[in-house]
């Protein structure tokens, strides 16, 4: 049983916009720190964003002032609204604790053209 489901990726023109979410099960979100990561074609997986269950933020400095991560914790979801998207921002992005602990989801794909 899938226990990170990512869902809202898709196709955008550079400059666009996307929301992504991620659902979960209450287990993994009680814990503190959620992230979101992407993983580009022949990169090493990277950490963008992550939110503790307070609400404090950090973001990678590639996506400073671009994406929004938040969390809902009565439904156990964390989102990531992504803006002013760029070709270099095309990747599978995923959802998993920070530091990663738990299986990956399938994640969801995000590609950006030109």
């Known amino acids: 049983q899938a226990q990170l489901v990512e869902s809202g990726g898709g196709l955008v023109q550079a400059g666009g916009s996307l929301r992504l979410s991620c659902t979960t099960s209450?287990?993994?979100?009680?814990?503190?720190?959620m992230g979101w990561y992407r993983q580009a074609p022949g990169k090493q997986r990277e950490l963008v964003a992550r939110?503790?269950?307070?609400?404090?933020?950090v973001y990678a400095d590639s996506v400073k002032g671009r994406f929004f991560i938040s969390r809902d914790n009565a439904k156990n979801t964390v989102f990531l609204q992504m803006s002013a998207l760029q070709p270099e921002d095309t990747a599978v992005y995923y959802c998993?604790?920070?530091?990663?602990?738990?299986?990956w989801g399938q994640g969801t794909q995000v590609t950006v053209s030109s």
């Open positions: 998993n604790v920070v530091p990663a602990y738990f299986s």
């Open positions: 939110i503790a269950r307070g609400g404090n933020t």
């Open positions: 209450a287990t993994i979100f009680s814990i503190n720190v």
